[in-house]
């Protein structure tokens, strides 16, 4: 993944979420986050954006599958608990939920991809990600589908 999107685009945050910057949260590989306040001591609920050109062969189900395998070397352990695609205009998008075991706390991670084609034909795609404890998932995930809906390409100056 890419600290700067190959596309531009907007967004809107949920409210109670804040834009933080990627390296001092130690997300250095994304291009956007942002996060939720907690007490001290306790896990850090974030978004984050990132994306990267594709090629528009590579199926989502293999960019997801790539996903996990960045996420199982850094953590205990990582199961798939669900996985649908979904229609995005003409290109197909995926999304999916991982159930993650990190330094003994258990996390969810619910994750989308959404593919972006640019005036050049290229395809970016958008990796927007919500990072939560497990138990604070039911709490965030509608604020995470509100922002998922908020997520748009801007048009390219001419």
């Avoid at 250095?28 to 907690?38: E, I, L, Q, T, W």
């Avoid at 593919?115 to 290229?122: S, W």
Wanted: hydrophobic share 45%.
């Amino acid at each position: 993944m890419v600290t700067e999107l190959p596309v531009r685009i907007e967004f809107a945050l949920p409210a109670g979420w804040q834009a933080a910057p990627p390296d001092e949260v130690g997300a250095p590989g994304v291009a956007f986050v942002a996060v939720r306040p907690v007490p001290p001591g306790g896990f850090v609920t974030n978004l984050t954006i990132a994306g990267e050109i594709r090629d528009p062969a590579v199926r989502m189900a293999t960019i997801a599958d790539e996903s996990v395998s960045r996420v199982e070397s850094v953590a205990e352990s990582v199961r798939v608990r669900e996985r649908a695609d979904f229609s995005q205009g003409a290109a197909p998008g995926l999304t999916q939920l991982l159930d993650i075991k990190q330094e003994g706390e258990r996390l969810v991670q619910c994750q989308v991809y959404l593919p972006v084609d640019d005036v050049h034909g290229r395809r970016t795609v958008l990796e927007l990600v919500l990072t939560c404890t497990a138990g604070r998932f039911d709490e965030v995930a509608s604020d995470f589908r509100r922002f998922v809906g908020t997520v748009r390409p801007v048009p390219a100056r001419s």
